[in-house]
RNA sequence: AGGAUGGGCCGGGCCGCCGCUGGGUAACCAGAGGAAAGUCCGGGCUCCGCAGGGGAUGAUGCCGGGUAACACCCGGGCGCUUCAUUACGAAGUGACAGCCAGUGCCGCAGAAAAGAUACCGCCAUUGAAAAAUGGUAAGGGUGAAAAGGCGAGGUAAGAGCUCACCGGGCCGGUCGGUAACGUCGGCCGCAAGGUAAACCUCAUCAGGAGCAAGAUCAAGCAGUGGAUGGGUGCCCUGCCCGAUAUCCACGGGUAGAUCGCUUAUGAUUCCGCCGGUAACAGCGGGACCAGAUAGAUGGCGGCCGUAAACAGAACCCGGCUUACCGGCCCGUCCUUUUU
RNA sequence: GGCGCCGUACCCAAGAGGCUAAGGGAGUGGAUUGCAAAUCCAUGAUUCAGCGGUUCGAGUCCGCUCGGCGCCU
């Protein structure tokens, strides 16, 4: 699999956002990160990166989303497919070693065989 | 060499791998800032039928120039502050029009706070004295501010009452300067404080709203009641539209896409020449330089010095203000060392 | 992205150039009560979000900065 992020594998429109905060599926959280996600019926798996309104300002917040990204992108033949991911970020300084340990811990947690049944 | 201070400039680079956005069939090319920020000013652009007249309101406010425009920039004048003084000055700084057009305000204190007044005092007269009457505004005291300052003459004591110097006002010059203003000469003893970031007056400028403007397409829903007026998001006027209409209120539905939008010919940018003290303008040549829409520049490794501060375009420009690691250059001052 | 409003004690707030910055609630201390509630009395702003300016004098007027809230698709 290619380790791309390309505009079809990001969640994109405001009613996909509202499809999985409404009834999602899975919820993991640690501390500074939440994750929630739902089955999206497709072959591939979505992703998107929101933060809270309270988070620094812009280049932080960009940079934040980046770095999540980055790690999802690295990260995705691991992680089961047919998933509309959404990770949520609370205000907190974190590097990019503490944001890969942030998704390990939020996809443990998850737990995405108890969802299947 | 070190330190202090003022000003200006820069705002990481290179290589490899994995990714993102735009253009292109593709190879490939391009891809955040000096402040992109705050949204404090000024424009372009779009819509409101036109952007007309008057008022209200707001902004600006020494003079000249620059500019598309400005509250910005440049040059000059004047005031203030600091430094330096033999002197020429140097640097910084100023919302820097007008309180003899009018009105308001100046708490407390003080005798008196504005066409004023006399508490203590000083002097004269009366009186045994206490004190009274008159003169006075030098001295004391109050206050942020007390009706030019200081010295001499003068006087009963005093006072621009008189005089010199300083300050101020008015008038004038075949004076210098485009002007603000300066300068010189004459006259006036100088009759009235401060505050317009108080109302206001004068002059100049400004119609309103903003790309979530605005245009098109698609999807979806349910109407009901009311008004005669509505059309510029301050008002009047003028003008235009209007009962198959328009507007208002309540209720219902949508939350998608495309254009605007950036392959751009521009108040663009780079280089050269030239005019100007300068801001800037003119001419010639070259370049085309982000365009996202859950929102594109990141991650890892290596090297250069350890790569870091403030910080991310959202229609586009010109300014102002604020934030900022580190480095470089220039000016001034201080200390130390060497010649 | 654009436009607008607000900031005064722990909370709600008045004051709009002048003497010591109202008032209510809560809190604290006291009185009252066998104990409590209610009631009564007393009590706090080294300065009005911060910084600078105008003024003799600023919470008030004028700039800049910070924080909070609302509206526009």
Do not use: H, W
């Not at 992020?5 to 499809?19: G, M, N, P, W, Y």
């Not at 933060?51 to 990260?75: C, D, M, P, S, W």
């Not at 390990?104 to 737990?111: F, S």
């Amino acid at each position: 699999m290619r380790r791309s992020l390309t505009r079809s594998e990001r969640l994109r429109s405001k009613a996909d956002f509202a499809r999985v905060f409404d009834k999602p599926d899975i919820r993991s959280a640690c501390r500074g990160a939440k994750l929630v996600a739902k089955r999206n019926g497709l072959e591939t798996g979505r992703f998107a990166v929101t933060l809270v309104r309270k988070f620094g300002n812009a280049v932080q917040r960009n940079y934040a989303r980046r770095v999540f990204k980055e790690i999802y992108r690295n990260t995705k033949q691991d992680l089961p497919t047919g998933y509309d991911i959404i990770v949520v970020l609370y205000s907190g300084d974190f590097d990019y070693r503490e944001r890969e340990q942030q998704f390990t811990k939020l996809i443990r947690r998850a737990d995405f065989a108890e969802a299947k049944n």
